[in-house]
């Protein structure tokens, strides 16, 4: 009995400890968001984590500090992916936390309060997403999906046909770049003939930064790399690695299934190349060339 009541006082201090970190983070989020109704919002959010931890407070008797590494981790994840990433995964740690403090509505009043509350902070955190990059994520998904299919493909077919990395890397870049110029002017023209609501240029701005990133990193193999089989490898590695980061990344901030649309993109990303590589070998038995 003296074992079950210490295990029930180290869980109170477990949550104690998630709810005033969970402050300190969203108080550093409010800090730096753009936007006064997105700012309220969290630091509405953050003063009712610092009652929860009160609550806890009065139960344990103990004061506690926050995860230090948990708050450097959203730092640094709001730095790379951007705030509305970060409140995502808060969320998702909102929403164990409610299944954790349903298991001690018998035997604590105030537990009933909290998982109230951290209901309305998931309403709240859909209704504050207002974050630029988002807005713009279809321009960002067409620079990485044609980049990906199309250069991977064409890098796919260029290893075999010319076999000489240094070659393959130069044509390779003339290619990828002249392609994301393009794909840059098309989306300018398309958003600017449709009523999206979105800036033309900040829509091609997107969309040719994401080819351009997609195309530095899928070249770079060639770079580093003597053997063109190791740097095909490796390119098609990096090429899924993208689609799986990026996927994640939107299944997070937007709410949608990650499987579906990751083996979707990998699946014509790798169908495509592996039609370029058919094509490449053809073309190098058929005309003869040799390199």
Same mark, same amino acid.
């Given at each position: 009995?003296?074992?079950?009541?210490?295990?029930?006082?180290?869980?109170?201090?477990?949550?104690?400890?998630?709810?005033?970190?969970?402050?300190?983070?969203?108080?550093? @989020? %409010?800090? *730096?968001?753009?936007?006064? &109704?997105? $700012?309220?919002?969290?630091? +509405?959010?953050?003063?009712?984590? #610092?009652?929860?931890?009160?609550?806890?407070?009065?139960?344990?008797?103990?004061?506690?500090?926050?995860?230090?590494?948990?708050?450097?981790?959203?730092?640094?994840?709001?730095?790379?992916?951007?705030?509305?990433?970060?409140?995502?995964?808060?969320?998702?740690?909102?929403?164990?936390?409610?299944?954790?403090?349903?298991?001690?509505?018998?035997?604590?009043?105030?537990?009933?309060?909290?998982?109230?509350?951290?209901?309305?902070?998931? @309403? %709240?955190? *859909?209704?504050?997403?207002? &974050?630029? $990059?988002?807005?713009?994520? +279809?321009?960002?998904?067409?620079? #990485?999906?044609?980049?990906?299919?199309?250069?991977?493909?064409?890098?796919?077919?260029?290893?075999?046909?010319?076999?000489?990395?240094?070659?393959?890397?130069?044509?390779?870049?003339?290619?990828?770049?002249?392609?994301?110029?393009?794909?840059?002017?098309?989306?300018?023209?398309?958003?600017?003939?449709?009523?999206?609501?979105?800036?033309?240029?900040?829509?091609?701005?997107?969309?040719?930064?994401?080819?351009?990133?997609?195309?530095? @990193?899928?070249?770079?193999?060639?770079?580093?790399?003597?053997?063109?089989?190791?740097?095909?490898?490796?390119?098609?590695?990096?090429?899924?690695?993208?689609?799986?980061?990026?996927?994640?990344?939107?299944?997070?901030?937007?709410?949608?299934?990650?499987?579906?649309?990751?083996?979707?993109?990998?699946?014509?990303?790798?169908?495509?190349?592996?039609?370029?590589?058919?094509?490449?070998?053809?073309?190098?038995?058929?005309?003869?060339?040799?390199?």
């Amino acid at each position: 009995m003296i074992e079950s009541a210490t295990d029930h006082t180290n869980q109170l201090v477990i949550f104690q400890r998630n709810e005033i970190t969970e402050y300190h983070v969203y108080m550093r @989020l %409010a800090r *730096i968001v753009k936007g006064e &109704e997105n $700012r309220a919002i969290l630091e +509405g959010i953050a003063r009712d984590e #610092l009652r929860h931890y009160l609550m806890w407070k009065e139960h344990t008797g103990q004061d506690v500090k926050p995860k230090r590494f948990v708050l450097l981790k959203y730092a640094l994840i709001n730095h790379l992916f951007g705030f509305t990433f970060a409140i995502k995964l808060m969320e998702k740690v909102e929403e164990a936390a409610q299944a954790n403090y349903r298991h001690l509505l018998d035997d604590l009043q105030d537990a009933e309060a909290i998982a109230r509350d951290e209901n309305e902070h998931e @309403l %709240a955190l *859909i209704r504050m997403l207002d &974050e630029e $990059r988002l807005r713009y994520t +279809g321009s960002i998904v067409l620079g #990485l999906n044609d980049a990906l299919v199309e250069l991977t493909a064409a890098l796919t077919g260029l290893t075999f046909a010319l076999q000489n990395t240094e070659l393959i890397a130069l044509t390779g870049s003339i290619t990828g770049l002249a392609a994301a110029l393009s794909m840059a002017v098309s989306e300018y023209l398309s958003t600017k003939s449709e009523d999206t609501g979105q800036n033309p240029v900040k829509a091609a701005i997107y969309t040719g930064s994401a080819y351009v990133f997609t195309v530095i @990193l899928l070249i770079l193999p060639y770079l580093i790399f003597s053997s063109f089989q190791v740097c095909l490898l490796v390119t098609i590695a990096t090429a899924l690695l993208i689609i799986a980061l990026f996927n994640y990344y939107i299944s997070v901030a937007q709410e949608v299934p990650f499987r579906k649309r990751f083996l979707e993109m990998a699946g014509l990303s790798l169908a495509v190349s592996a039609i370029s590589f058919c094509i490449g070998v053809a073309l190098r038995h058929f005309t003869g060339i040799e390199l």
